[in-house]
């Protein structure tokens, strides 16, 4: 589990090897650390969940190759005589180095974020387009003009510093997409800031003339940076797919707007201090500020415009919401639900309906426009909903599907011609909520309401002797049992205890109870008889009366009530033994 502080501390002492080396040397040191950091990364990227191990396979195949095009450039310095030759064969490969970086950051954003992004990716393109300003005018503009300086050269640097630039905006991409900030997250965060420090000093070494070997000092820390985020325990949830998060006109955002814009007139600031006047790079500072400006407004723009959508979704959702909680039926609920779903977007949602039950066993209670009729077409999506707890949704060729946290496991299918987006799919989420809220509200309502019938007739027979019954048929468990009727069970033994209509009887006198129950139709009562209820050992008579109230929505079963016929009955017997001795009297 601490085999990533190893890594770091490894790399660490490495660093400082390949530094303190003599200058002639430090090739030599250098070379064989990077072969076995890059052995280390790729030992555990293979171990890393398939999502994060194809990720994280784009970075070491391109550390890989940066590695091979640092061996090609000093085989060709040793062969030609130049130091660090530019251009070489090596810039190929380096090169391809570059576009597996890229496509290793669009990879891992892909898994982070399932949507499009137009609104993130803008964010990112300002950002590197003002780092791109600032970079070109301070470094490369000059370097470029330079015409002791081989054309070759210059391309190649240029070339350089727009894969950079692009590399960059994919980093700020990820960087900047919500969750969860991992360990993992942090330490692949100051891997990636690494490679920029070290591509930034490789890019002022040619442009300036620097003496040192900056490219070769600060490899190894990011190699040692990426492979600490890969061996620790949290690199796997990386690739984990984020939460909808809606963008927010924070501080922070209209900050980094602003500072994008203030980069042309800092620039321009700097060349009329440094020319006393004329400034021949005014034409490219103004186009620059130009382009800035249309960006950061029409990303501004975005963000006012997301948030009106935003609040025509709350105020829609809050309506729902209210006729949703007022609904007094079940199958109210299910169709304020399957119409609103259709609110989000008539353009794009072709259908809605509403399905109750578990597996295979779905009924689909309500339905609007055009949605699948037959479960069994969306079985794998629902597999691939249930497949985690924390998964709600889920999405497959037009189809969302939506579960509904109820215990009827109710899940709302939306049929849509086309994608939504993180805006509409919140409004579809949020409406499962609202609509699973009202559903257990209205449940609850429901089990109160009984809860407080059930009460206020015991309150009613409490000190009857009436014994009242209720079951959904004569094999059920008991839905009801008044006071007297509870005394009689409880008086049984453990193993005695009845739980059935059919087990209250006594045998001599449950085939006569049980056909006769059998016989009534809706609404109809048997004829009253005495019938032995109890247990083995202590039976007794009642005056039994059983009707059929399945039929009734406030009852839905059988309601058996009795009344003590004991006494009855001993008089009964009584007068039959006087009758009886009177008449041998006479």
């Not at 391109?62 to 530019?86: C, E």
């Not at 998060?245 to 707007?257: D, K, M, N, Y």
């Not at 009845?498 to 009562?525: I, M, N, Y």
Request: glycine fraction near 6%; hydrophobic fraction near 45%.
């Amino acid at each position: 589990m601490r085999s990533w502080k190893v890594v770091l501390g490894a790399g660490a002492a490495g660093s400082l090897a390949v530094i303190a080396a003599p200058t002639d040397m430090r090739s030599l040191v250098a070379l064989p650390l990077f072969v076995v950091a890059l052995v280390v990364v790729w030992r555990q990227t293979r171990r890393l969940p398939p999502k994060a191990r194809r990720a994280f396979t784009y970075f070491c195949a391109a550390g890989t190759v940066s590695l091979f095009g640092a061996l090609t450039r000093f085989l060709h310095g040793s062969i030609t005589g130049a130091n660090d030759p530019l251009p070489s064969p090596a810039d190929a490969i380096f090169v391809v180095a570059y576009v597996l970086f890229i496509l290793g950051g669009i990879r891992f954003y892909r898994y982070r974020v399932r949507e499009r992004d137009p609104d993130g990716w803008l964010d990112s393109f300002i950002l590197a387009a003002a780092v791109g300003f600032m970079v070109w005018d301070v470094l490369l503009v000059p370097y470029l003009r330079d015409t002791s300086i081989i054309p070759a050269e210059r391309a190649m640097n240029a070339a350089y510093s727009v894969l950079t630039l692009t590399l960059l905006a994919i980093t700020v991409r990820i960087v900047s997409s919500p969750g969860r900030r991992l360990p993992s997250y942090y330490l692949f965060g100051a891997a990636v800031s690494c490679f920029f420090v070290t591509d930034l000093l490789s890019t002022l070494q040619y442009a300036w003339s620097w003496k040192g070997d900056f490219g070769l000092m600060m490899t190894l820390p990011v190699y040692a940076l990426f492979g600490a985020a890969v061996y620790h325990p949290t690199a796997g949830e990386l690739t984990e797919p984020l939460p909808d998060v809606e963008p927010q006109i924070s501080v922070q955002r209209i900050a980094g707007l602003a500072a994008a814009l203030l980069v042309p007139p800092i620039l321009m600031v700097r060349h009329l201090a440094t020319s006393g006047g004329g400034n021949q790079f005014a034409p490219i500072i103004a186009g620059s500020s130009f382009l800035l400006a249309v960006l950061v407004t029409y990303r501004l723009y975005r963000l006012v415009a997301d948030r009106e959508q935003m609040t025509v979704h709350a105020q829609r959702l809050q309506s729902i919401s209210e006729d949703l909680l007022a609904a007094t039926s079940l199958q109210e609920i299910y169709d304020l639900a399957v119409d609103a779903a259709l609110d989000v977007d008539t353009k794009t949602i072709d259908g809605s309906s509403m399905w109750v039950g578990d597996g295979k066993n779905r009924e689909c209670v309500a339905s609007h426009g055009r949605a699948p009729k037959d479960w069994s077409t969306v079985e794998h999506l629902d597999a691939r909903l249930h497949a985690t707890t924390e998964r709600r949704i889920a999405w497959s060729a037009g189809v969302h599907l939506i579960r509904l946290d109820t215990e009827d496991t109710a899940t709302l299918l939306v049929q849509t011609s086309g994608d939504l987006d993180r805006f509409q799919r919140r409004y579809v989420r949020t409406l499962a909520k609202e609509t699973s809220l009202a559903l257990r509200a209205f449940t609850a309502r429901e089990q109160l309401a009984e809860a407080r019938g059930r009460r206020h007739l015991d309150a009613l027979v409490q000190n009857s002797g009436d014994l009242v019954i209720v079951a959904a048929d004569i094999d059920a468990p008991f839905d009801y049992v008044s006071p007297a009727a509870r005394s009689l069970l409880d008086e049984a033994a453990p193993g005695q205890v009845a739980r059935t209509l059919a087990e209250l009887v006594h045998p001599h006198d449950r085939d006569a109870f049980l056909t006769s129950c059998k016989a009534l139709g809706s609404g109809q009562h048997t004829p009253s008889r005495d019938t032995r209820l109890g247990h083995e050992g202590a039976w007794t008579w009642f005056d039994v009366v059983a009707t059929n109230l399945t039929d009734d929505p406030d009852v839905g079963g059988l309601v058996v009530n009795g009344r003590d016929a004991t006494d009855r009955l001993e008089a009964q017997r009584s007068l039959y033994e006087s009758e009886a001795r009177f008449r041998a009297l006479v």
